[in-house]
């Protein structure tokens, strides 16, 4: 098996990590960058990435200086997103879902790297900004315009069985859940996150990486998609 080298946009945040953490359990390389670098977590597959510290996008809206390391790359993966925006520290939902999606694809095609994944969304969950879901889709829509082979993957939400709020609720008994929504003590975010499927953080890195490293994966996947591919035997 040939070693790859992949870089991890976004690989110090929640699904970063765990992209990160398959990487390195496959045998390959994997180079995170983010504006946090190398997380505070003490687990023993953390020494085997390379994190890099650096804004995604640079003040002047150009790709930071991590841009020029790609040379040699076999697949970038484009983990980032937000929930929020913070206008005064230069986190929008343009600026990071859609800007750095298309600089980041075009460069990795005038470098050379094989493949570009980017995690996309499925639907909006209420309370969230419109623009949260719409600039994921004008990035989708970008991205047929770069002569790089991409793969886009669309899950619902992501959770991993135990973290927080989600993780609670995907984890929640089926009683519970219809008892919940009798009685209609939830928000409207707890009522869609009830009755809307979700995806395990850990199918979620796995798809994410098999699309990164199998060139017949192309285009964009569903949730359903995601489970299998993130599911079945990995053959790399």
Known sequence: MRRRKIYILG??????????????????????VSRGGRPAIEEPWVEGVEWVQSNILGADGELGDWGSALAGCDALI???????????????????????VALAARKA???GVGKFVFISADQLPPGLPQGYLQTKLDAESDLQGVAIPTAILRPSFIHDGTLGLFGA??????QSTEDLLETGEVSAL?????????????????AALRAALQPET??????????????AMFIQ
């Open 11 to 32: 690989g110090s945040g929640f699904l970063g990590r765990e992209i990160c953490r398959l990487v390195v359990a496959m045998g390959h390389e994997p180079v995170s």
């Open 169 to 174: 609720l995907a984890a929640m008994p089926t």
């Open 190 to 206: 707890q009522n869609w996150l009830l009755q809307t499927p979700g995806v395990r953080l850990e199918k979620v890195a796995m």
């Open 78 to 100: 484009h983990a980032v997103g937000i929930g929020e925006e913070d206008p005064a520290s230069g986190q929008s939902f343009a600026r990071l879902h859609r800007e750095s």
């Open 218 to 231: 192309l285009g964009v996947l569903d949730p359903a998609e995601i489970d299998y591919l993130g599911d």
């Open 109 to 111: 095609a005038e470098m």
